[in-house]
């Protein structure tokens, strides 16, 4: 994404731009939002990537589950 400097605003299309990245960045930053802060998943303690991927798996199933709960 760009960024504005002091005495140098961004153009239309930056600002265009930025919009675009925002969109698409916004939809997958909520659910690891959610399971960082509610499931305290933020780092994974494990060395083989195996076992990172079934941690990271339930940490999804468990979103999805809570996901459920709100709808």
């Known amino acids: 994404m760009d960024r504005s400097v002091r005495n140098h605003k961004l ?3 930056s600002i265009r731009r930025n919009l675009r990245i925002l969109r698409k ?8 939002s959610i399971i960082k802060r509610v499931f305290h998943f933020s780092h994974v303690m494990v060395t ?3 076992i990172v991927r079934v941690k990271l798996m339930f ?3 468990a979103y999805n589950n809570h996901a ?3 709808l």
């Open 11 to 13: 153009s239309i299309e």
């Open 25 to 32: 960045r916004s939809m997958a930053e909520y659910p690891y």
């Open 48 to 50: 083989l990537i195996r």
């Open 59 to 61: 940490a999804c199933f």
């Open 68 to 70: 459920l709960k709100i």
